[in-house]
């Protein structure tokens, strides 16, 4: 976990053995996602990615969409990035969509810090 002083972000991807954890305890069950992924139907990575689990268990999950993500992080507890100081980024209300403010996105702060401190 990386602290930037107002917000953590994981150090590492998700795992396949993660992500396959989540499927296991989901089961099939795709409530409690925002009203914006009403259209999906499984958390399942496409079936093009790789997901192996058994024999890639280390290897990072692909082949997710925003929504299988977002369902994951709240699954542990955690939230996908937002705006710096907590909220959505700017035009990111409960579905995915570019920054508009990318100097207020954690996302960017994060993959900029420098380890200046």
Known sequence: ?????????????????????????KNGDTTGQPAACGWNTSFQPFASCNFAPATRASQPVSGVDWCDAYAFCAWTGKQMCGRIGGGARSGAKSAPAPSREPAKSQWTAACTKRGDG
Do not use: H, N, P, R
């Open 1 to 25: 976990m990386l602290d930037f002083g107002d917000f953590c972000i994981d150090a590492t991807e998700v795992t396949q053995a993660q992500y396959q954890a989540f499927l296991a305890s």
